[in-house]
């Protein structure tokens, strides 16, 4: 049974960083594509950045040149680190495969910014 553990959220001034961090357990992580999601109150949740298992990373045009994807998979881990924030960023951040089908989801990590 696969585990997802996000961290890293917090709250931050408009302009400032914040680095996620999601562990995975209880899978081959090396093979999947991830991706970072977010919902914020009253949206649908979306996808905001995915990277595939060979490291190719695509961002959503809302964060382009703001938000880079890694993952290290020596660590069974996958990172999302955020510039120049803005308050329309507030959200919770959660990790999970990108495809037609999902894990079961973790708690996500709260990220607030304000202006």
């Known amino acids: 049974q696969v585990q997802l553990g996000e961290s890293g959220g917090g709250l931050v001034q408009a302009g400032g960083s914040l680095r996620l961090s999601c562990a995975v357990s209880g899978s081959i992580f090396s093979i999947f594509a991830m991706g970072w999601y977010r919902q914020a109150p009253g949206k649908q949740r979306e996808l905001v950045a995915s990277i595939t298992s060979g490291g190719t990373a695509n961002v959503a045009d809302s964060v382009k040149g703001r938000f880079t994807i890694s993952r290290d998979n020596a660590k069974n881990t996958v990172y999302l680190r955020m510039n120049s924030l803005k308050p329309e960023d507030t959200a919770v951040y959660y990790c999970?495969?990108?495809?037609?089908?999902?894990?079961?989801w973790g708690q996500g990590t709260q990220v607030t910014v304000s202006s």
């Open positions: 999970n495969r990108v495809g037609l089908s999902f894990w079961d």
